[in-house]
Nanobody, 130 residues
């Protein structure tokens, strides 16, 4: 079971993109579904996540106010709306899920590590450049 990320692309600084994470019915039952990104030569970074229960969300500081995560369970999809994109947002974006990492823990420590997340699919490349 994999979570597949779609709809990356090339966008100018200040532009917007909406990424989609398509999940099977089984994968949607992860407690938390998250977006990570990895830029060339850098470690994978947790960007945002959303809980299945109450819809709680988490955002890393660098994207707060610019990115919004939301889910449409009827369509089996979790979205990442990215506005006011910056060159430093350039990366391959991945989605993944977990039933062992609590969103409350992520919120408390202020960082989301890839450990404990599963169902990594192929990522989608986002390039922010003029």
């Amino acid at each position: 079971v994999q979570l597949q990320a779609f709809w990356g692309g090339l966008v100018q600084p200040g532009g917007s993109l909406r990424l989609s994470c398509a999940a099977s019915t089984v994968a949607l039952y992860y407690d938390v579904i998250a977006w990570f990104r990895q830029a060339p030569g850098k470690e994978r970074e947790g960007v945002s996540c959303i809980s299945r229960g109450d819809g709680s969300t988490y955002y890393t500081d660098s994207v707060k106010g610019r990115f919004t995560i939301f889910r449409d369970d009827a369509k089996g999809t979790v979205y990442l709306q990215m506005n006011n994109l910056k060159p430093e947002d350039t990366a391959v974006y991945y989605c993944a899920g977990t039933n062992v990492v609590r969103i409350s823990t992520i919120q408390a420590i202020g960082v989301m590590h890839p450990i404990g997340f599963r169902s990594w699919g192929q990522g989608t490349l986002v390039t922010v450049s003029s």
